[in-house]
């Protein structure tokens, strides 16, 4: 994803980013060995809580004895995602998306593993995959509701606006949205951090409007 820019020409497509991937893969790999050495090994020391929250995780799953199917619940955070966060958008439909997938965290929390066994327990996996896909769905929507504007690939029809209107052409909004979203899975907290407009070593360009 990094390194494809410009590399080739060629769009970020399956195809390339195949080669891009063994191209630079193979790059950073050698560059990893060839520093490793020389690096300072000063880590930091890996939390305990850490470890034992990921022990929980898979014991509260391969001790589990009733609970919803991974894949129905993956199906329902799609159709979710899918109705309320396309790319056109209004605030209504975002604010009731919120609410939507706020409602599964019990249902995630509730995941059954039926397949108990040890060896290349795909299932397993996949019930790890569903909830990483819950923190990512949780992430957009959540982000997209508190974004009160029309920027991108975010078109959200309630704040469009004449594109000759210089506070916020086409429904963007650069005087209180110029900032970037952070998000934290604890307490489902949002904080902003604000775009960089001084580069270090190239002149600044001036966001303009995505027009097709």
Known sequence: ECACVSVHGANRLGTNSLLDLLVFGRAAGKHIVDEFHHADHNYKPLDPHV??????????????TSGYNAQDVADEIRAIMQKHASVFRTQAMMDEGVKQILALADKIDQIHLADKSQVFNTARIEAFEVANLYEVAKATMISAANRHESRGAHSVSDYDRPEDDDYAPNGRNDNDWMKHTL?????????YKPVRKVPLTVDYVEPKVRVY
């Open 51 to 64: 470890l034992d929250f990921t022990v929980r995780r898979l014991d509260k799953l391969q001790q589990s």
């Open 183 to 191: 998000w934290y899975s604890e307490g489902n907290r949002i904080i």
